[in-house]
């Protein structure tokens, strides 16, 4: 199957930096790609969904200006949480949708952010 | 909007059969996936339904019912390393073909 890679796979940051997560399709290319975030236990929330060439666009809740989204490529899209929050901490994960279908979703490894 | 509903946990012993359901709502239904997820990890891809009937990958199968708005996800011949969460996902025109996630059913394999 397609390959999407995630790094950092894990940081570690202290209050009010920011950081920023690298989401890359490795052999396809992909005009959309998720950005999820996971509580322990939990099930994924997506955050936003991001278009090459456009802008994100972010599902209800989720602060666009907390979490920067950029999907310069089609094969990279990255995360930024600035300014981050002990709150912030959560695994987060990326997916990329193949563009040869609508129903073919591959996922990154995912990211562990903790803020101290 | 769309909503899944899957039991939370179920429990199993090694080389018994189990089967993890799952019901939803939504518009304009395009196919049903299921992701199996380790502790720590991301999900990965195991089946994907678009017309009624059963998927058999190996030892896992998938089912759906459109008129019922209903799947399921059957694995056979449990195995120590399947304890996991499974996570049904629709996909739907209602949805922007965008995936949504049921809130996972932990299974839980013993010797």
């Known amino acids: 199957g397609a390959v999407v890679s995630q790094h950092p796979s894990r940081v570690i940051c202290k209050s009010g930096t920011s950081v920023k997560i690298e989401c890359r399709s490795l052999?396809?290319?992909?005009?959309?790609m998720f950005w999820y975030r996971q509580f322990p236990k939990k099930s994924l929330m997506l955050m936003a969904t991001s278009n090459e060439g456009s802008k994100a666009t972010y599902e209800q809740g989720v602060e666009k200006d907390k979490f920067l989204i950029n999907h310069a490529s089609l094969t990279l899209s990255t995360l930024t949480v600035t300014s981050a929050h002990p709150e912030d901490s959560s695994f987060y994960i990326c997916?990329?949708?193949?563009?040869?279908?609508?129903?073919?979703?591959?996922f990154g490894p995912g990211t562990r952010l903790t803020v101290l | 909007g769309q909503s899944l509903e899957q039991p939370s946990e179920v429990t199993a012993v090694e080389g018994a059969i189990v089967q993890i359901n799952c019901t939803y709502q939504t518009s304009g239904f395009y196919g049903l996936s299921w992701y199996q997820q380790h502790d720590g990890g991301a999900p990965t891809f195991l089946s994907y339904?678009?017309?009624?009937g059963l998927e058999e990958t190996g030892r896992f199968s998938s089912f759906l019912s459109r008129s019922d708005s209903y799947g399921y996800l059957l694995l056979q011949e449990l195995q120590m390393k399947d304890s996991a969460s499974y996570f049904c996902a629709v996909l739907s025109s209602g949805g922007s073909y965008i995936p949504t996630f049921g809130r996972g059913t932990s299974l839980i394999v013993h010797p």
């Open positions: 339904n678009a017309l009624d």
């Open positions: 052999d396809f290319q992909a005009t959309t």
């Open positions: 997916s990329a949708r193949d563009l040869a279908g609508k129903d073919t979703q591959y």
